[in-house]
């Protein structure tokens, strides 16, 4: 259905840097001849008993199809109206306008209707060459290389059986137990030997406590009182005894560090395993401080580069940001209202984050647009060689992602090209120290 041109008016009630609201009004005349016109294209498909399509008279057309034609009456005013209003005030909308406050009695009084817009800010980032960056390199130990080994065998240690049979506060305990919530037991709280790490920050405060010093066999009572905010609703501050019994007492046994335990590791010998600990301990270093670099140019880019960005945008950002936060808490096994409150709980904080994001995706693309920098096709093609050469003998696989991540993958190139740039034009001071033992 084409849509008439029509004469109107309209006045900005309010304008900033990413918005724009407006009144628009369309005289009567319009109205009405736009109104004729949506009657007419009704007309020659419409369709009434005792009529041939097209043959029905425009008097029961009018009648028949008065609320139909009402409403697409409104939906082509405004189609032809709006985006003529945002042209004459400049303004190029991100997305189509959204309407409120639609005054339509009838044809015989001028068509109002308010609209909402938002535009992309008009930047030209500024100050991002020469930026000031603190540099902090650790070096490589041996204490550090032996600090991880000892995690490494430490993940790799058996549970045994303890020699004296007695808890101590890094035991693993197998123990059966029932809860008791105001004397009444509590169905939900009850299991057969289940394994307690007693050395693990999570335990539950009061179990580690009450059982140092028990042995096999023996029974005891614990009461714990569960805090406020516990995900589980049902065990907010509440408090629960606990009548358990020691059914074994369990203590790791670390493997042997030799050469057998590095080829167990897919290694040659001891040696190598140092090697490798310490190749991987300096690129997880170089990481960090390349992350670290990174960090310090983002936060002087938003700090001189401040300007309004569209609301929507920033709102969409938070609902990625708080959806992320949520599906981790559920996959951790979360109940939904400790999820709910969490998310509700976090979203200033998230306001905040989505607007620095998305600032920051125009502070960047505005210094990509200013030193003309491109993803040439070059680029593409020795990215996909470097996935060929890491997955020689699954060619098919890389061509197949390469594909179906061509943009992915292009923006990636894209945010390396511009940071390796604001990287090489930053003014780096470095120091370097010994890497802390962790």
Known sequence: MSVQKCEFQSKVLEK???????????PVADVKKELEAVFNAIKSSAKLPGFRAGKVPMDMV???????AKEKLIE?????????????????????????????ENEDKPFKYVFEAEC?????????????????????????????????LDRNAKLVVSKDETVK???FVLVDYDGFCDGVEVK???????LLDLGAENT??????GLIGAKKGEQKDIEIEYPKDYPQKMLQGKKVLFKTKIVEVKEKQLPELNDDFAKDMGLENLEDLKKKMKEMLEQEEIRRQNNEVEKQIIEHLLEKNKFEVPKTLVLQQQKVLTD???????????????????????KDKYADEADKNVRLSYILNSIYALEKMTVSNEDLKEEKQKMLKANPSRQDDVEKYFNAHKEDIGATLKEDKLFKFLTDNAKITETEKEMPVK
């Open 76 to 104: 082509n005013l405004i189609k032809n109206t709006a985006f003529s209003a945002l042209e004459k005030e400049n303004f190029a909308p991100i997305d189509m306008p959204k309407v409120s406050d639609i005054n339509f």
């Open 188 to 194: 939900e709280i009850k299991a057969k030997e289940y």
């Open 169 to 171: 506060k890094d035991s």
């Open 324 to 346: 992320r936060m949520a599906d981790y808490m559920k996959r951790q096994g979360a109940p939904q209202d400790f999820i709910d409150k969490q998310t509700e709980a976090s």
């Open 204 to 209: 539950l405060k009061g179990f580690k406590e």
């Open 16 to 26: 900033k840097p990413c918005f724009l609201k407006a009144e628009v009004e369309i």
């Open 62 to 68: 009018k009648k028949e199809y008065d609320a139909v």
């Open 120 to 152: 992309h800010p008009d930047i030209k980032a500024k100050d991002y060459k020469g930026i000031e960056v603190k540099k902090e390199k650790f070096k490589v130990t041996d204490k550090n290389i032996d600090a991880n080994i000892k995690v490494m």
